[in-house]
């Protein structure tokens, strides 16, 4: 299984403070938006728009926005059309990036994209160019509420899950994406407090980082992708080494 993650819980912790100034909302409206447009605007027939009204709750999206954003993917509303792409590229120190992002513009959206990693050091690249060292999966964080590491092994196997990443406040919950759905469900009516559920790209190598200035470059770099106004998600195989954890906050 897999070890604690300090950067997994660093994004955590960053995405309930950006809940907190409405950013996230925004990009939260974009996936149910886009949920509610490839599969009808129905909860309950519709798996991506159920999971994105999932997440958009546990942040404490109000329920106004939840419906202009499903209303605006079923066309009752006017609105943006949003299109998904994925973009491939290093950062500082050589670490791999993927980014999903949400656009009404194609080419404004990839210049800007373009021109932010080579402002903050980093390269884009083609197409497959660090995909490959990567594996799509399902990943699930729950409150650990208390639980052990072999509570929550147990309960992430009980459930479909083949992996996880424990930490005392958030446990994620790693699932081959086939089990993603039962996964979810497993959880849901288990009662368990899902704060977030997504598909990922999970490295299957990683860059250990153990210079401080190093990591806080890349940290930088993928906190300026992550504030993007375009972007939904930001994919790294970046690792701190534990003997400067505790000094990346000073």
């Known amino acids: 299984m897999s070890g604690h993650s300090k950067w997994a819980n660093i994004k955590h912790k960053k995405g309930k403070k950006d809940a907190q100034r409405g950013k996230v909302f925004t990009r939260l409206a974009k996936e149910i938006t886009i949920g509610a447009r490839e599969g009808g605007g129905d909860v309950d027939s519709n798996s991506r728009l159920r999971l994105a009204v999932l997440n958009a709750r546990a942040l404490n999206m109000p329920n106004d926005n939840i419906q202009r954003a499903i ?25 791999s990036v ?19 990693f080579t402002k903050y050091g980093g390269n884009m690249g083609d197409s497959n160019s660090v995909s490959w060292n990567f594996t799509r999966a399902g990943v699930i964080t729950v409150a650990t509420d208390g639980k052990s590491e072999d509570e ?12 996880m ?43 250990k980082i153990s210079d401080v200035n190093e990591a806080k470059k890349i940290m930088r770099f993928i906190e300026v992708l992550e504030d993007y106004d375009d972007t939904q998600n930001v994919f790294t195989n970046f ?3 534990e003997s400067i954890e505790d000094q990346l906050d000073q």
């Open 165 to 207: 990443e424990y930490d005392e406040e958030s446990t994620r919950i790693i699932c081959p994406i086939e089990n993603y759905g039962i996964v979810n469900k497993y959880l849901q009516d288990h009662n368990f407090n899902i704060q977030e559920s997504k598909l990922e790209y999970l490295p299957n190598s990683y860059v």
């Open 239 to 241: 690792e701190v080494d």
């Open 152 to 163: 929550m092994l147990e309960i992430a196997l009980e459930a479909g899950g083949n992996d």
């Open 71 to 95: 209303k605006r993917g079923t066309g009752e509303i006017e609105g943006s059309t949003f299109e998904e792409y994925t973009y491939e590229g290093f950062a500082p120190g050589g670490v």
């Open 98 to 116: 993927i980014l999903e992002v949400a656009t009404d513009s194609k080419n404004r959206t990839v210049s800007e994209v373009r021109s932010l």
